[in-house]
């Protein structure tokens, strides 16, 4: 294994996805949920001054090609971004899992645009502890629930 200093960090290129509202606090990854092409990721949000209130994010991936729920330690490339996008929902442009992937031989999913479907694009969820990595032909459904008192939506 390579020690860190000698791999080659690739160059990565994200903005922040626009959401409804924005999520005050420290976001987490508390859910995620895949069935068949659809993906929906919760995210819970507290702030340091009022802990106990707690609000939710959602998003929902309709065409999602694939997935990959990663600790945030392990995207170390992620953090060093400058400028680094705000928020808690980021498409990554260029350098991330996508163009990692399709330089694989037998990754199909880099030649699915068509007619029905566009390009495939990579997202990334970000949270505290975990973040989720994920290919998908749309941007998701974004919304935002009020606050409420609580550990859990």
């Known amino acids: 294994m390579w020690p ?67 600790d945030e330690g392990d995207l170390l490339e992620f953090w060093a971004l400058d400028p680094r996008p705000s928020g808690w929902l980021w498409c990554i442009q260029s350098g991330g899992w996508f163009d990692h992937e399709r330089q694989r031989e037998g990754f199909v999913s880099s030649l699915s645009a068509g007619p029905r479907w566009p390009s495939p694009r990579e997202f990334l969820v970000v949270g505290q502890d975990y973040c989720v990595s994920v290919l998908a032909h749309r941007e998701p459904t974004i919304w935002i629930a009020e606050p409420f008192v609580g550990s859990s939506a």
């Open 4 to 70: 860190l200093s000698s791999r080659v960090r690739p160059m990565i290129s994200a903005i922040a996805i626009p959401t409804p509202r924005e999520l005050s606090g420290i976001p987490e990854v508390t859910h995620v949920t895949f069935d068949t092409r659809r993906l929906e990721v919760q995210v819970l949000a507290s702030s340091a001054n009022e802990p106990e209130y707690r609000a939710a994010g959602y998003c929902l991936f309709d065409t999602c090609l694939g997935f990959r729920v990663l």
